[in-house]
């Protein structure tokens, strides 16, 4: 066991430095968390050899997983059913083309611009096709948008982007065979029976030391990927779609949802992100500077066809379509999840993985910054009401 | 003189400071009083992060606006508090645009160097765009007045 407790201690010492930087760099956690795990597999490669970091230790490979389901569990959980209820219409619209587009799209110009395999190009439009939500959110935060119709209809169409991602991510590549049609009927019977479940047995036995809360979450979800793995799919897929029919229960437990994040980022995620970033070679991007950036070009590109006319033809001004076009070119967590997921199962090469990832990162920065240079609907901004001595922030959120 | 009197608040003893000085200022001039704290994302937002930084704030800043309006309310004074999100120097200076205030108040942490060259000073991002005078309160000194624009 030395060995894998002075590898646990190098792990989170590098997730320490990683916090460290975000805090004094004021930048996420996760985008830390890669860049930091691509430097130390340089120079920890070059000093005492590639496999030192022990990136594909199975052990690391279980956290690692176990980071990716739990984190696009909680995501699914912050979608807000009054809201999506309330915007369905406009948001499975938008949410469909803003994946289908880019999804197309990014193939089609990793298939014949860069010659990727048939395979690769389909891995690569399918980890641009995702939408940041997070992006979205804050965005709209920080403008006062989230409590417009305006904003509720983007961000519940950013869910719907996702959950096409995700969806995708599970069935493209899976074999089609009776284990498929297992899966798929096991997803149909468990989703509705946890959708009725869940609420009643919080109820019975929740709030208490013993955490059973999060051991039944876990259950679901580990029980669940194993499903989607023994089907040769994904396990965010059922984690993803889990986490959204469990929004109205576990989405409104705020101490519940504090007690996972501490689980999730203080164990989990740090081994998921510093393990993308240990897989990101340094010298294939400065090799092949205009991969990523016809990649980033194609995301945008495709964004633009697919969501701008859709936003006109709901009637939005030429400001806003414009607007929401750039916020739904963002995207982090599921472009790393997608591309990850692509190296694991060797469809894709580790320098297409290199490409992939520096893509979805500029994706996640560039479109935001764009947006709100030179498209930003200032007469929608709503002046915030005074009514109430004090205002929260996330209490008065569409998603939180 | 001053008819709203806008604080922005960090939770550090130099914005404990900026209130205070507000404070006896409206205090004075029989002027409105407001606070407005912000929760500075990350870039870029990431799941999970961004809901955590923000359940945090409102958590953190609606402990210490509990002392503030009982401080203001000693005074006879009612205390307008906002917790919003984003860059401190853009919400800092909309919240003041938005509620017409005339004079926004903060504390200057003084920051090194170095940290100022990388992130910036918000004091002087806020002094530099504020749509109304602007009062910078340094830790260590009684009161140092910075005048901005006039509104």
């Known amino acids: ?400 | 003189m001053y008819k709203s009197i806008l604080v922005a608040y960090d939770g550090s003893t130099a914005a404990a400071k900026a209130f205070h000085s507000a404070l006896e200022l409206a205090e004075r001039l029989g002027a409105a009083l407001g606070v407005v704290s912000v929760a500075q994302l990350p870039e870029p937002p990431t799941m999970g992060e961004t809901s955590a930084i923000l359940d945090a704030a409102n958590s953190h800043y609606e402990k210490d606006f509990r002392k503030l309006r009982a401080d203001a309310k000693s005074r006879g004074l009612e205390l307008q508090t906002h917790i919003l999100a984003g860059h401190p120097a853009d919400q800092i200076i909309h919240r003041a645009a938005e509620t017409g205030a005339d004079l926004i108040v903060m504390g200057h942490r003084g920051g090194s160097r170095m940290k100022e060259w990388l992130l910036g000073s918000i004091s002087k991002r806020v002094l530099s765009y504020a749509p109304c005078s602007v009062l910078i309160v340094r830790i260590g000194v009684e009161r140092s007045t910075k005048r901005g624009s006039s509104c």
Not at chain 1, 59 to 72: D, E, Q, R
Not at chain 1, 148 to 161: E, P, Q
Not at chain 1, 282 to 299: E, R, S
């Open chain 1, 1 to 400: 066991m030395t060995h894998v407790w002075a590898q646990a201690s190098l792990w989170l010492a590098l997730a320490l430095l990683a916090t460290l930087l975000s805090i004094w760099f004021r930048i996420a956690t996760a985008l830390s968390e890669i860049v930091v795990g691509t430097v130390a597999q340089l120079v920890i490669g070059a000093l005492i050899g590639t496999t030192a970091l022990g990136a594909s230790e199975s052990w690391i490979t279980f956290l690692s997983g176990t980071g990716a389901i739990v984190l696009t569990f909680l995501a699914g959980a912050e979608l807000d059913p009054k809201v999506f209820r309330a915007k369905w219409k406009e948001a499975t619209v938008v949410g469909l083309i803003a994946f289908f587009a880019p999804f197309f799209g990014c193939a089609a110009v990793a298939r014949y611009v860069l010659h990727w395999g048939s395979q690769p190009s389909w891995l690569c439009g399918i980890a641009l096709s995702t939408t940041s939500v997070a992006v979205v959110y804050a965005v709209m935060l920080e403008l006062g948008l989230n409590k417009t119709d305006f904003g509720k209809a983007i961000l519940a169409a950013c869910f719907i982007n996702d959950l096409g991602t995700v969806i995708f991510l599970g069935l493209v590549f899976a074999p089609f065979t009776w284990r498929t049609l297992t899966f798929v009927v096991g997803c149909l019977v468990v989703f509705p029976l946890i959708f009725w479940l869940t609420p009643r047995f919080f109820r019975w036995y929740g709030n208490r030391p013993s955490e059973l809360e999060a051991k039944y979450l876990l259950l679901l979800l580990f029980g669940m990927g194993a499903l989607a793995a023994w089907a040769d799919s994904e396990a965010v897929l059922p984690a993803y779609i889990i986490g959204m029919v469990l929004a109205g229960t576990v989405g409104n437990d705020h101490q519940l949802v504090r007690r996972l994040r501490t689980l999730t980022f203080g164990l989990l995620t740090p081994f998921y992100f510093i393990r993308a970033g240990s897989f990101v070679l340094v010298p294939a991007l400065i090799a092949a500077p205009l991969v990523f950036a016809t990649l980033l070009a194609a995301k945008m590109a495709t964004k633009f066809v697919g969501v701008y006319p859709v936003t006109k033809a709901f009637g939005y001004v030429k400001r806003e379509g414009l607007y929401t076009t750039m916020l739904m070119s963002t995207g982090l967590t599921f472009g790393t999840i997608s591309a990850l997921f692509g190296l694991n199962h060797k469809i894709i090469t580790q320098v297409q993985y290199t490409h992939l990832v520096a893509t979805v990162i500029a994706s996640a920065v560039i479109p935001t910054l764009i947006a709100n240079a030179f498209f930003l609907p200032h007469y929608l901004l709503p002046r915030r009401s005074d009514h109430e001595s004090t205002q929260k922030i996330a209490g008065d959120a569409a998603v939180a």
